[in-house]
């Protein structure tokens, strides 16, 4: 098995694909709900924790340029105490990849597919994402390179039909009612920014490490562009009140265009989005199956697969009840659980290990 | 991406000596002159094609036995340069008193008056050149044994290239024989770096194979990783065809897509030499292999290269071919069976009404018609070009427009059918548009269950798998993916001869330069 190598363009277009397909599902309402007017602020200010988070995690890589984060942290914590994290790690790559496996399955049924069940769905998307898993890490970056160039057409198309609705006194008064609204709302979007620490589980990859920053950076801010872009355009449109209680604004937002005689091609952005969404399952499945990999220090992870997609798929659909569901859970409780492993525990490897380089 | 290809290009184990043709059993040459003939005789097998002659040096008593195939040898140079002075050779005018070895010598050097003789000491070499046409003569008391071209192989023309016609270019291309064809690539690329390593493979064909390439150019690790796979063809009872090779050599046997582009043209041939890919030539096949080959070789044509703009236009128009034979039935049955929002609605009345009696779903009816268009265009190849008219009438007339008044199928059907094959044929590589013409039906299968979602399921897969795919190390998607977007450009467009100043990066040539900057033409500025 040669290693593989990906480039840094493959790593911004990989990254980026891992965080904005659900990004522009849920957080437009919940943000909507929890800061109001105030929402694209606190997508901007998600943005810059997320910006912060990607400056650490490229100091904490570099200090182990060789390791992944988990390899990192059984290097820096021990034996014992790494295990225990890895394991912790393998249960939040599950959980997070069935949570993404059910929202893209929630998404389609209540929106596009609505006779398909639910199961149909997760699985097919389960089994693509396996195959990809199995052709490996550079095939998934080779493949997302494409689907980002799509994507980010297509979502730029999207921002430049809506021009002639934007209307900026929509966001007017600016922090209305106090910081603390937006505060809220950050923190809730912190959890998509927040993936950039993934990073550090592609930089032992990366052909120029050296490079890292450039692809964290430009993948923040095409994210936190996008998000402060697409709350403009649908409060403008809807008004906050109304996108707070609209599931998914942006496809409601999507539905209204026509181009000339042409319209409900609503239908051809979802496809899109759906290719997107094929990345960033394929991506967490596969970070879960290297968890897993490590945890059991085997020497290849292709025997994980399917069992591993296989409990990704059965978690995605017994995990909820329903679509609002995720919503609550994506607002009241994934935003104190996802900086556990995005911040908590990095944070926990660099102290430990500037403790541990200072003793020597 | 570099580091990558390094690595995969790196041979797993380090070459010691490849060897280039099948094991075959030691045969030393016997001395006495009967025992070489006897010898000689088993390994021909006492076949009736090959003939013993035996005659007299001069006017002596040394006998000498020529050995040679009948029909293979061009018998007015074997009389006049080989018989006649063997038969007229005057002993006394060399030496005075002289063994067998010094007339050997002397007839190799001074009296056969033909350009490729060899020697060799295993009789087993010695009769297989009988078999491909030389001729071989045994000497008594030498223990080396003469093999002198005589060769006349039979063969054919060199023909119009028929399966990659093309409206301006050289209209010539490879025959049968290995060495007209390496002639052809020679008298296009006069150039000492220009490299044929003849290799054979086939125990029982014995079939000469030859690698090609550019020596100053090519990247020396895909010659390399060519060479150790074409070791395989050495174990192999038979070599008829260069596709036997290609089976032998590709990547992943079980892709859809093919991994090796091949061509019938020598222009097309040195273009791709020039370009740092190696040329795998078959005796006996006028199809000569490409590798590494790229995805996007297989929608490019010769001609593209020989006329101004048009190759430009007609690049857009086979990209657009490609997805239109690949993704329109199925975008078809799609749309309306299960997104019929999507299409305007004056469209879909007029679908519903042509649809109107039509007994099947659209998906049924689309598998009908494509199945029937895929044994008509199978029975129109087979067949001889009189009776090849037959079938197009049958299909045109009495299933297109029976089939619409039969109420089996609808109109728009029959459009959408005739449309994709149109789109398939503007694909110049016949053995892609075979894939495109089976994946062509899975996709149909995933957008009958799962709709437009069946149809992004299906190029997603599509799509990963040929990112997966390797072409002798370089990335089969290459530029497309990893993505190189100065090379894009010529994929897509065909770039004017003066743009091209630098080869294809993806291949690592030695050397990257083609051609100096700044050849653009302009107008006298005087």
Known sequence: MTIEKINTWQATALLTMSIIPTAILFPPAVLAELAGRDAWLAFLLAGVLGLLLAGFIIILSSAYPEYNLLQIGEAVMGPFFGKMITLAYVFFFIIVSAIVVREFSAFMVSSFMQFTPLEILSGVIVTMAMYAIYLGLEVICRVSEIVFIVVMTSLLFFVVLSIPELDLRSILPVVDSGMQPVFNGSIVFFVWTGEIFFLSMLYPYLNRPAQAWQAAVITVSVVTIFMVISVFITESYFGFQLTSRILF???????????????????????????????????????????????????????????????????????????????????????????????????????????????? | MKNFIKKWIRPKKQ??????????????????????????????????????????????HTEVVAVYAEGLVDTTSQNESLFKP????EK????????????????????????????????????????????????????????????????????????????????????????????????????????FETRRGGTYTYTEVAIVYLRSLVNPKIVEEVRRRMERIIHTDSILESGMVEELIEDNPYSPFPQIEHTERPDKAVAQLLEGRVIIIVDGSPFTLIVPTLFWQFIQSADDYYERIFGSFVRVLRVVAFHIALFLPSLYIALTTYHQEMIPFSILLSINVAREGVPFPAFVEAIIMEGIFELLREAGIRLPAQIGQAV????????????????????????????????????????????LRILRFGVMILAGTLGLFGILVAAMLLWTHLASLRSFGVPYMAPMAPLNLRELRDVFLRLPKWVGDQRPSTLRPLDKIRQDRGLKPQPDTE
């Open chain 2, 86 to 89: 063997l038969m007229f050779y």
């Open chain 2, 392 to 435: 197009s009438i049958v299909g045109a007339i009495i299933l297109g427009q029976a089939a619409i008044q039969a109420n089996l199928v609808s109109p728009f059907m029959v459009i959408v059918v005739a449309i994709t094959a149109i789109s398939s044929f503007l694909i110049p590589a016949f053995n892609f548009a075979i894939s």
């Open chain 1, 249 to 360: 604004p942006l496809l409601a937002y999507v539905r209204l265009i026509g181009i000339g005689f042409w319209e409900r091609i609503e239908a051809l952005v979802i496809l899109i989005w759906v290719a997107g969404m094929y990345i960033k399952i394929s991506f967490f499945i596969y970070m879960a199956v290297v968890a897993v990999k490590q945890l059991f220090g085997l020497s290849q992870y292709r025997p994980l697969i399917l069992p591993m997609g296989s409990l990704v798929f059965i978690l995605s659909v017994i995990m909820f009840e329903n679509t609002i569901e995720i919503s609550v859970f994506l607002r009241d409780v994934w935003p104190f659980f996802a900086p556990l492993y995005a911040l908590i525990f990095p944070l926990l490897f660099y102290l430990t290990h500037l403790v541990k380089s200072l003793k020597s």
């Open chain 2, 92 to 195: 006394n005018k060399d030496t005075k008193s002289v063994g067998t070895v010094q007339i050997y010598e002397s007839l190799k050097s001074n009296h056969i008056s033909i350009g490729e003789i060899a020697e060799h000491d295993d009789l087993w070499k010695a009769s297989h050149s009988v078999l491909s046409g030389d001729t071989v003569l045994l000497f008594e008391g030498v223990n080396k044994v003469l093999c002198i071209n005589t060769r006349s192989l039979p063969q054919r023309n060199i023909d119009e290239p028929k399966r990659e016609t093309i409206v301006r270019g050289p209209q010539e291309g490879f025959t049968e024989l290995l060495r007209t064809n390496m002639a052809l690539l020679r008298r296009r690329l006069k150039h000492p770096d220009l490299v």
């Open chain 2, 15 to 60: 070459q010691i000596s490849t060897p280039s043709e099948p094991p075959h059993p030691e045969t030393p040459v016997p001395p006495s002159l009967a025992d070489k003939t006897r010898v000689m005789g088993e390994l021909v097998g006492h076949s009736n094609d090959i003939i013993f002659r035996r005659f007299n040096l001069g006017f002596s």
